[in-house]
């Protein structure tokens, strides 16, 4: 990295622009970037950005998108980027249809998401169920 590369990140981190927009418009890995704003205490809330959350650049990567008229927004590049962001942030995973149900087999209560309905709280109680009693 040369010195005109260090101002420039500084300048685009002193414009609120995240690790990855930087990166790609420099032509510098991300954990380059990430590295030096860390040594010269250029993090911070400016990695919040503005830009991924217009639809306009990946969530992941920061890379631009190509978006189609198609109702709805991409958020990704590509799925690569969907499921290495996904796995990084589970927190915001939203299962919208939390059902509880009570296991017949040890009458617990548990809570699953999904639309079928739900008899036991585990294969241990569905083999405990299925199991021939020998008396």
């Known amino acids: 990295m040369n010195g005109l590369q260090k101002e420039q ?3 685009l981190r002193a414009g609120s622009k995240s690790y990855a ?25 400016a ?8 639809g306009k650049f990946c969530f992941q990567c ?6 189609t008229s198609g109702k709805k927004q991409k ?13 990084a942030h589970p927190e915001e995973v ?9 296991c017949q087999t040890c009458g ?3 809570e699953t998401y999904g639309k079928r309905e739900r008899k036991y709280c585990s294969r241990t109680c569905y083999g405990k169920s299925k199991a021939v009693r020998h008396e």
């Not at 927009?21 to 809330?45: E, H, P, Q, W």
């Open 9 to 11: 990140i500084t300048l």
């Open 21 to 45: 927009i930087i990166a790609n418009t420099l032509g510098l890995s991300i954990n380059t970037v990430k590295s030096y704003c860390r040594r010269n205490n250029l993090g911070g809330n």
């Open 47 to 54: 990695t919040i950005m503005s830009e991924p959350m217009d």
């Open 62 to 67: 920061g890379m631009l998108l190509k978006q």
């Open 75 to 87: 958020r990704f590049c590509s799925d690569k980027c969907r499921i290495a962001w996904w796995n």
């Open 94 to 102: 939203n299962h919208k249809t939390v059902r509880a149900f009570t």
């Open 108 to 110: 617990q209560n548990f």
